[in-house]
C-alpha cells in the first residue's frame, strides 16, 4: 500500500522505533518487507490522514517508506 498523500506524511522515525514498536506484533512481516525495500536516502515517516477522514470514520494512520519525497510503501497500523 503506498496510497499515501504528501499532506499526511508526519514525524520522521527511525529503524530502530519502529523495530521496537511493531517487531512482536502482528505487523511484523510487513514491517520486515518494508525495512528490506530501504535504500540510502530513505526515511520512514509516520502518516496520518486528515481529522475529517476520522470523523468520516475512514481515518488511516501509520508509516510510510518515503523516497525523493514520495510515499512509495506503507502499512497501516490504526483506522477507523
Do not use: C
Not at 509516520?46 to 494512520?61: C, H, I, T, V
Amino acid at each position: 500500500m503506498a496510497d499515501v498523500p504528501v499532506e499526511w506524511l508526519k514525524a520522521p522515525v527511525s529503524v530502530a522505533e519502529i523495530d521496537a514498536e511493531l517487531g512482536g506484533s502482528s505487523f511484523r512481516e510487513a514491517w520486515q518487507k518494508l525495512k528490506g525495500r530501504m535504500r540510502p536516502g530513505d526515511t520512514i515517516l509516520r502518516f496520518e490522514s486528515s481529522a475529517a477522514s476520522w470523523e468520516d470514520l475512514s481515518g488511516r494512520a501509520g508509516i510510510a517508506l518515503v523516497r525523493d519525497g514520495e510515499a512509495i510503501d506503507a502499512i497501516v497500523t490504526l483506522m477507523n
